[in-house]
């Protein structure tokens, strides 16, 4: 199965995204949402995905009429067979946009937000908790630090410790999409990306380290991290060999308890494939208990929640850059300015910072949706001309929220599938 | 031959203005229908994600604590194993410079 391309690292996924060509139709839905072009084929004719060109959103799966397009890795029944090892800890990660769409594949109204019910189902089919929430906090915690160092590099040529600082403006680098969006088209933005991982890599780190360490006193490797997402590119981002920092780490402890490697989140689900699992273990997220995550790891802030959302890691970010750079909490907490479906949203924001006592502004840029909105915001990077100092990026238009992982919905452009039906020669 | 008389007048129709504004009203009306049907639907299409958007901040509000570095359980993290934000830990831990040139032979 495994074919090499020159876009791939040796052990990624090569593309997890194909479309079936006895189901497509060819009418041209999928392109439409397509950010890079990568899928070719004449109107009327078969289409196919190019998985060079490909960034593994999966916006032309939720949004094809068809159902056309379709996962290549599916690790349901691998998951499920690791539920039933009682050896083995499954840690279940849980993105913030899953919550509000799991609902849905068992009934409940779109947007209800289930965190608990979810909470209780899971732990029924044998997860432990780390609510991937906890990780995002702590991406704040350290992309926040990073940009407040660049920042006071650039403006007062501030030192850092140890390490090289990189340039203005940041990019977020929470999406796996469009990190590989730049690591494929526009390569000399790359030191401008964020050096913080995505919450979930932090979050598998976090599990087989501290977590196993201090909060499960378990051996690392009978903990399997399961990455449960909105997303169908963390489970490309997942399987990027770099990312297996937590053996690195322990290796060099001599704490690894292996001798072979293993990736710091095992495999990722997506909220569909979650609601998969839960349908074949016979429980329904609908009528489940609700309960507390159970663990310290399953903690989380309103801070970490809304990175769902567009505009919610810049939101979060500026509640904590405020509190750092002026010594005081942000009033209100909330900022407005940064929500909302616009493709392009730009804000400036004066800060005193204490520690020079100099009045700075940041200009931030919020982008959602990449295809039709990012290209003139980098190019302006690009040539140097740009007014941002920092900017969030998140590929689907809407944020995680509209994920390519997400519940397939019927009211959604995907209406067809559900009217076939009624005609009398399907 | 008897002689025939025809009478070629129409037979009388009357219509008084009001009578014809508001017929010609509801038909364009009953013309204009679709086409709100199919605006409706289509504002209707995305709903879903606005209502998880709602979602989200609504978990927002409802959260006792609301920012990142108000979360005990990451201080607690930091105390107990990562140090601070940007240490030696946490730098190999969460931070990658992996990011790579995927154009490049």
Redesign the interface.
């Given at each position: 199965m495994i074919v090499l391309d020159?876009?791939?690292?040796k052990g990624e996924y090569p593309g997890v995204i194909a479309i079936d060509p006895g189901l497509c139709k060819g009418c041209d839905a999928c392109r439409r949402h397509c950010p890079t072009g990568a899928i070719t084929g004449m109107f009327g004719a078969v289409h196919s995905i190019d998985i060079a060109e490909c960034i593994n959103c999966g916006q032309c799966l939720i949004n094809c009429p068809f159902g056309a397009p379709y996962e290549t890795v599916d690790p349901i029944d691998m998951v499920i067979s690791k539920l039933k090892d009682k050896s083995i800890m499954v840690v279940g990660i849980i993105a913030?946009?899953v919550?509000?769409?799991i609902g849905?594949e068992f009934g409940l109204?779109?947007?209800?937000?289930a965190?608990k019910k979810m909470y209780g189902a899971m732990r029924k089919a044998g997860f432990e908790i780390l609510d991937n929430n906890?990780a995002?906090?702590?991406?704040?915690?350290?992309e926040?630090?990073?940009f407040i160092?660049r920042a006071r590099h650039a403006l007062f040529n501030e030192e850092?410790e140890?390490?090289h600082i990189g340039p203005l403006p940041q990019f977020t680098s929470c999406c796996p999409a469009w990190?590989?969006f730049?690591?494929?088209y526009y390569?000399v933005l790359?030191p401008n990306?964020s050096?913080?991982?995505s919450p979930q890599?932090?979050a598998g780190?976090?599990a087989k380290?501290?977590g196993a360490?201090?909060v499960w006193n378990k051996a690392p490797v009978k903990i399997f991290t399961v990455g449960i997402m909105p997303c169908t590119a963390k489970k490309f981002e997942a399987s990027?060999p770099?990312?297996n920092?937590?053996y690195?780490?322990l290796a060099k402890e001599g704490k690894a308890g292996a001798s072979a490697s293993y990736p710091d989140v095992d495999a990722v689900l997506t909220t569909r494939d979650l609601s998969t699992v839960l349908k074949k273990m016979n429980i329904d997220l609908a009528h489940e208990k609700e309960t507390d995550g159970g663990t310290?790891?399953a903690?989380?802030?309103?801070?970490?929640?809304?990175f769902?959302?567009t505009g919610?890691v810049m939101e979060?970010a500026l509640?904590?850059a405020h509190?750092?750079l002026t010594g005081e909490?942000m009033k209100p907490?909330e900022f407005k300015k940064v929500?909302g479906?616009k493709g392009v949203k730009a804000v400036s924001v004066p800060l005193m910072d204490k520690k020079y006592d100099k009045k700075v502004t940041v200009n931030v840029a919020v982008v959602n949706g990449l295809r039709g909105n990012i290209k003139p915001v980098l190019d302006d990077v690009v040539q140097g001309r740009s007014p941002y100092h920092f900017i969030e990026v998140m590929n689907c238009?809407?944020?995680c929220?509209?994920g390519g992982g997400?519940p397939i919905?019927k009211?959604?452009?995907s209406w067809l599938e559900a009217a076939m039906p009624w005609f009398a020669w399907k | 031959m008897k002689k025939q008389t025809y009478q070629y007048a129409e037979s009388p129709f009357n219509m008084s203005r009001r009578e014809f504004i508001t017929i010609g009203g509801i038909v364009i009306a009953l013309l204009a229908l679709p086409a709100v049907w199919i605006r409706s639907g289509i504002a209707?299409?995305?709903?879903?994600?606005?209502?998880?958007?709602?979602?989200?901040?609504?978990?927002?509000?409802?959260?006792k604590?609301?920012?990142?570095?108000?979360?005990?359980?990451?201080s607690?993290?930091?105390t107990?194993?990562?140090q601070h934000?940007?240490s030696?830990?946490?730098?190999?831990?969460?931070?990658?410079?992996?990011?790579?040139?995927?154009?490049?032979?």
């Amino acid at each position: 199965m495994i074919v090499l391309d020159k876009t791939y690292q040796k052990g990624e996924y090569p593309g997890v995204i194909a479309i079936d060509p006895g189901l497509c139709k060819g009418c041209d839905a999928c392109r439409r949402h397509c950010p890079t072009g990568a899928i070719t084929g004449m109107f009327g004719a078969v289409h196919s995905i190019d998985i060079a060109e490909c960034i593994n959103c999966g916006q032309c799966l939720i949004n094809c009429p068809f159902g056309a397009p379709y996962e290549t890795v599916d690790p349901i029944d691998m998951v499920i067979s690791k539920l039933k090892d009682k050896s083995i800890m499954v840690v279940g990660i849980i993105a913030p946009a899953v919550r509000v769409a799991i609902g849905e594949e068992f009934g409940l109204p779109a947007g209800k937000l289930a965190t608990k019910k979810m909470y209780g189902a899971m732990r029924k089919a044998g997860f432990e908790i780390l609510d991937n929430n906890f990780a995002a906090d702590l991406t704040i915690m350290e992309e926040g630090t990073e940009f407040i160092q660049r920042a006071r590099h650039a403006l007062f040529n501030e030192e850092s410790e140890h390490g090289h600082i990189g340039p203005l403006p940041q990019f977020t680098s929470c999406c796996p999409a469009w990190v590989r969006f730049v690591e494929l088209y526009y390569p000399v933005l790359l030191p401008n990306l964020s050096t913080a991982k995505s919450p979930q890599q932090m979050a598998g780190a976090v599990a087989k380290t501290y977590g196993a360490m201090h909060v499960w006193n378990k051996a690392p490797v009978k903990i399997f991290t399961v990455g449960i997402m909105p997303c169908t590119a963390k489970k490309f981002e997942a399987s990027r060999p770099e990312f297996n920092s937590a053996y690195q780490y322990l290796a060099k402890e001599g704490k690894a308890g292996a001798s072979a490697s293993y990736p710091d989140v095992d495999a990722v689900l997506t909220t569909r494939d979650l609601s998969t699992v839960l349908k074949k273990m016979n429980i329904d997220l609908a009528h489940e208990k609700e309960t507390d995550g159970g663990t310290l790891l399953a903690e989380y802030t309103g801070a970490g929640t809304i990175f769902g959302n567009t505009g919610g890691v810049m939101e979060a970010a500026l509640r904590t850059a405020h509190k750092v750079l002026t010594g005081e909490e942000m009033k209100p907490l909330e900022f407005k300015k940064v929500r909302g479906f616009k493709g392009v949203k730009a804000v400036s924001v004066p800060l005193m910072d204490k520690k020079y006592d100099k009045k700075v502004t940041v200009n931030v840029a919020v982008v959602n949706g990449l295809r039709g909105n990012i290209k003139p915001v980098l190019d302006d990077v690009v040539q140097g001309r740009s007014p941002y100092h920092f900017i969030e990026v998140m590929n689907c238009p809407g944020g995680c929220v509209n994920g390519g992982g997400q519940p397939i919905q019927k009211n959604g452009s995907s209406w067809l599938e559900a009217a076939m039906p009624w005609f009398a020669w399907k | 031959m008897k002689k025939q008389t025809y009478q070629y007048a129409e037979s009388p129709f009357n219509m008084s203005r009001r009578e014809f504004i508001t017929i010609g009203g509801i038909v364009i009306a009953l013309l204009a229908l679709p086409a709100v049907w199919i605006r409706s639907g289509i504002a209707k299409r995305n709903s879903y994600i606005r209502a998880r958007t709602k979602g989200l901040y609504t978990d927002d509000t409802q959260s006792k604590v609301r920012v990142s570095h108000g979360n005990t359980a990451v201080s607690k993290m930091y105390t107990d194993f990562a140090q601070h934000p940007l240490s030696e830990i946490s730098e190999e831990l969460f931070h990658t410079h992996h990011y790579i040139n995927r154009r490049a032979a």
